[in-house]
């Protein structure tokens, strides 16, 4: 039996910040356990969108009244929270997206298109998400660069000596996730990183799965890109961040026109554009759910991401052990170094069946293939089932969850 009693996490009590959890589903407690598809919200973060509505509605940047200021002030003040979140050197370092697959979307059309062509590489890895995969998939048919792939082993781990050997003066960026959705394997970035600039190329990380968990200090990790969403992090869905190193966000190109991103825009002399990060936010952007992130960010640090990480890794290790008395389930995902999600298929069991008849004794896991195909597809399985922990789940839930497997199991086979 893991022991939890050493950690000072009162998670009593952080239950208590998310009013979801009192539901019932199908008449049963709600376990929530798909947080690495999205997390739930606090109350804290909630009560932001009510206050944003009712006091101070108001487009950003461009008005002189006080509802207009107290919006924007309360945007840039997120900026400055995430900024200290990341460990990054200054505000404008920071831009705000959708969401991570915003984010890599905006470096490929950007930083991308504008610098990569024929002879140049770009590496990722087997690990990835789609959205660390399509985009360069298609600026690569666009501009004729090649795309290679760094190796997983049979645990999931990244293969680093591979990675050594495929890097080359020819490599323009290597995109790698910080920790994968789907076996939860986390990379070492900073010694990737160190790698990929030995040979003057740069590094993107998606940051979807690592900021969640553990600390992350970009300069300390000396990455180029770090891109993450606010609905992976206890906030709302439709808000992400981009951090990008200054100077390389000086150099970019705009990646969409448009109000807000502009310095001069005349028929008669060429458009001049904002400064960064501004260059990049085009439009209207989403000023409650930025503002909203910025609280969820407070949230997490007045728990702490190290306890968070502490406490989601005991309840992998007691997940991981109940499991192991299921016969005929496979572990997808065993690297020594894991975040808290624990991948699985049972024999003579389908993922999806699992699913949903889990889902009636109220246990919510995701099945399907992650949005990571090629991942799945090394392993020789096309989906498995997917826990995944945060904060507020309990070892009593990861009970719940083992039994409820062992009864879905009974009536599959």
Not at 122 to 128: C, N
Not at 251 to 256: C, D, G, L, T, V
Request: aromatic share 8%.
């Amino acid at each position: 039996m893991v022991d939890f009693s050493d950690l000072l996490l009162d998670v009593a009590r952080v239950r208590r910040d998310f009013p979801i959890l009192d539901r019932e589903v199908h008449g049963k407690p709600l376990v929530y356990l798909d947080n690495a598809a999205t997390s739930q919200t606090p109350s804290q973060v909630i009560e932001v969108f009510e206050d944003y509505y009712e006091r101070y509605n108001a487009n950003i940047h461009r008005g002189l009244h006080t509802l207009a200021d107290e919006a924007t002030a309360a945007y840039e003040g997120t900026r400055e929270t995430v900024r200290a979140f990341l460990g990054a050197a200054e505000t404008r370092e920071i831009v705000f997206t959708r969401g991570t697959t915003e984010a890599i979307n905006l470096v490929a059309g950007s930083w991308g298109r504008a610098n990569l062509g024929e002879g140049d590489e770009v590496l990722i890895s087997r690990l990835e998400h789609h959205s660390n995969i399509v985009p360069w998939q298609l600026l690569s048919a666009e501009k004729g660069f090649t795309l290679k792939v760094i190796p997983v082993d049979e645990r999931g781990v990244l293969d680093q000596a591979a990675y050594r050997d495929l890097i080359s003066e020819r490599t323009r960026l290597v995109a790698v996730n910080h920790v994968s959705n789907a076996l939860g394997t986390v990379n070492p970035v900073a010694d990737m990183a160190k790698v990929a600039h030995q040979h003057g190329a740069l590094i993107l990380v998606d940051g979807a799965q690592g900021a969640p968990h553990q600390q992350v200090d970009v300069r300390e990790l000396d990455v180029d890109f770090y891109a993450f969403s606010g609905h992976k992090v206890y906030g709302p869905t439709g808000v992400g961040v981009l951090y990008g190193r200054a100077e390389l966000l000086e150099a970019m190109p705009p990646w969409q026109g448009g109000g807000e991103m502009i310095a001069t825009v005349s028929f008669d002399a060429p458009t001049t554009f904002a400064g960064i990060p501004h260059k990049f936010e085009a439009g209207t952007p989403a000023i409650a759910e930025v503002i909203a992130l910025g609280r969820a960010l407070q949230w997490v640090g007045e728990i702490g991401l190290p306890l968070i990480g502490a406490w989601e890794q005991r309840l992998l290790q007691h997940a991981t052990e109940s499991v192991s008395r299921i016969d005929g389930l496979r572990l997808i995902g065993t690297a020594p170094d894991k975040a808290g999600v624990l991948s699985f298929v049972v024999e003579g069991a389908h993922a999806q069946d699992i699913g949903l008849l889990i889902d009636q004794l109220g246990v919510a896991i995701r099945t399907g293939h992650h949005c990571a195909q090629p991942l799945l597809a090394s392993f020789g399985v096309d989906a498995t089932c997917r826990a995944s922990f945060a904060a507020y789940n309990t070892p009593e839930e990861v009970d719940v969850f083992v039994d409820g497997l062992e009864r879905v199991v009974g009536m599959l086979r």
